[in-house]
């Protein structure tokens, strides 16, 4: 066969040269996966539907080894209670603050004993006082042993030897002021050795003595402000060996040390919002004024 008659090739190209690929570290390449039946959880999910499958046919309450979500069993919420209960919060003293407790309740002891306080008058002294707080004072006379009605009573003697008070007086000081209850004020008075005509009598004689004032002005005080009856103050009124006249000079001169003028003495004297002495007493007081 002749060169023409041959089929002519079609021209091969070139082969290029191609670099093989750089190898990949084995700390780069990722992790070849696992068939399922080697996975953790597979085996976990087979363990625990295999306790579920023995349980039911057992018909036993088994407690779970291992915590299954979504799934309450009754041994789970008894393990869970048991954990409440050994979980307890860190015990308080029952007194944070003692040794204030004792000193609170000491001082109300003095109070009660030497100054014959009520209750409430010794819970008030410990707060505005001794500036105890609420709950010192309040343990203070809650574990206070003391006879208010026996304080009571001894206040009232107080009021009835030094101030010469009757006794609807001491009852309205003791409940007002001094604030006892109205059961103890009244033991007060139905044991106490009063004898209001003596206690207006002296009361009416340092009115006298020491304030200088007229015999209406010593009446009205022993009604109003003392709160003796009319009768035991009338009477205490008309015992009074007293010079009116003298009384009302020395009323006077006791103005004039006040800077008053003489016509504001005589005012003063005579008003019934002032002195009330007469006009008799009160002539004779501006006549001897000066003298």
């Known amino acids: 066969m002749s060169n023409a008659e041959q089929t002519p090739q079609t021209p091969q190209t070139p082969k290029t040269t191609q670099t093989p690929p750089t190898p990949v570290p084995p700390w780069m390449q990722p992790p070849e996966e696992k068939p399922f039946y080697k996975q953790v959880w597979f085996w976990v ?6 306790i579920l499958v023995f349980a039911a046919t057992a018909g036993s309450n088994i407690k779970l080894p291992i915590s299954v ?3 309450e069993t009754a041994g789970i919420s008894q393990q869970l209670n048991k954990m409440k209960k050994t979980i307890k919060a860190p015990k308080k003293p029952a007194n944070p603050d003692s ?10 002891q003095d109070y009660s004993e030497l100054l014959y306080k009520s209750k409430q008058g010794i819970y008030d002294r410990l707060t505005s006082v001794d500036k105890f707080t609420p709950e ?19 206040e009232a003697k107080h009021y009835q030897k030094r101030i010469h008070m009757s006794k609807r007086g001491i009852y309205d000081e003791l409940t007002s002021e001094d604030k006892f ?20 009598y002296a009361r009416a004689k340092d009115y006298l003595e020491t304030v200088h ?3 209406e002005d010593i009446y009205y005080e022993l009604t109003s402000e003392d709160k003796f009856t009319p ?3 009338q009477h205490a009124v008309d015992s009074l060996k007293a010079d009116y006249k003298a009384t009302a000079l020395a009323a006077a001169k006791d103005y004039r040390k006040m800077h008053m003028s003489p016509a504001e003495i005589q005012h ?8 009330k002495f007469t006009p008799e007493e009160v002539a004779y007081a501006m006549q001897h004024l000066n003298q």
């Not at 006379?141 to 208010?148: E, P, R, S």
């Open 69 to 71: 979500p979504k799934i």
């Open 181 to 200: 209850t109205p059961e103890a004020a009244q033991y007060a008075v139905d044991n106490l050795q009063a004898d209001d005509n003596a206690a207006a």
């Open 136 to 154: 010192a004072a309040q343990y203070a006379v809650d574990h206070l042993k003391a006879d208010y009605n026996a304080n009571a009573l001894a």
């Open 213 to 215: 004032e007229s015999k």
């Open 231 to 233: 009768n035991v103050a």
């Open 99 to 108: 040794d204030n407790h004792k000193a609170a309740l000491a001082q109300a």
């Open 268 to 275: 003063q004297l005579a008003s019934p919002y002032g002195g």
């Open 45 to 50: 999910v087979i363990a625990v539907v295999a």
